[in-house]
């Protein structure tokens, strides 16, 4: 494994210290001055011999999108569990399972990931398979999938990674 040095942006190694600054304050839950300035100390020390050698560059916008779409899936499984729930406590039980198969055009391995585990979060929905851009999804009826049909999820999830470098 090549271990390569990348260059360090002076506002990440500063946002990486004070994040960790701030985990030292309420660990130690200590505001004496000593405290806080070994933790001050620490923390760019930290944020420093670390900066270097991860790979992990930190994506704000991708993060910020997936914040922004963590409510509104919030609400698709909340809709789906009133759904759902509406079906089970039927007396007639109108339920009428059926497989999907979904041809993703996603072209990045976290959004096909991502789409896969949206749509079994959301009840009565189960990703059985997933084929590079090609998913198998099970639904309890019509209405349940109609979200993977229309495709709605995975357009929510296409904005989320339309400035990702494309890697399927």
Not at 30 to 42: I, N, P, T
Not at 90 to 115: C, D, F, G, M, T
Request: aromatic content about 12%.
């Amino acid at each position: 494994m090549v271990n390569r040095s990348r260059p360090i942006s002076s506002e990440f190694l500063f946002f990486k210290a004070m994040t960790l600054f701030v985990f030292w304050i309420l660990l130690s839950a200590s505001f004496e001055w000593v405290h806080l300035a070994l933790g001050l100390f620490f923390s760019f020390v930290v944020a420093w011999l670390n900066s270097g050698h991860s790979p992990f560059v930190p994506k704000f916008r991708l993060w910020l999108r997936i914040f922004l779409y963590v409510p509104w899936l919030f609400y698709k499984i909340v809709q789906s569990s009133v759904h759902l729930s509406k079906l089970i406590l039927h007396p007639e039980l109108p339920i009428s399972p059926h497989l999907i198969s979904v041809e993703s055009k996603l072209n990045h391995h976290a959004a096909v990931v991502l789409l896969g585990n949206s749509i079994t979060l959301t009840p009565g929905t189960i990703t059985a398979e997933v084929d590079r851009n090609k998913l198998i999804v099970h639904a309890m009826d019509k209405v349940l999938g109609e979200d993977v049909v229309n495709k709605e999820i995975e357009l929510k999830i296409a904005d989320i990674f339309k400035d990702e470098k494309p890697d399927l």
